[in-house]
């Protein structure tokens, strides 16, 4: 498990406007903790196909069907930046190549407010 790979997840149980679901998402963890097995927690952003997601601004990541193994075009949601359990993460879809992930990472930076 590496940053920028893409997984589905099962996000249940969640509250409020949290997504929830199986769902596919982006670890964005640092890869020292993605690799450490005892390292329970992973750090992810999810992704939606939601047309209304997309117009969220800079924070909202569009990807092309295709993209690292996705069946839909998606929208990487950085302003839900989420912790889960590595055991929510079922099975792995496929992978961000750098061009990708540097976009994922701008979102990150517009959502947090990070220069």
Known sequence: MKRGDVYWADLIPRSGSEQQGRRPV?????????QTQAWRSIIVILLSTSAAQAGRGPSAVRFPEGTAGLGKASVALCHQVTTLDRSKLTQRIGELNPIELRQLED???AALDIH
């Open 26 to 34: 982006i670890v964005i963890s640092h890869n020292a903790f993605n």
């Open 107 to 109: 979102g990150l930076k």
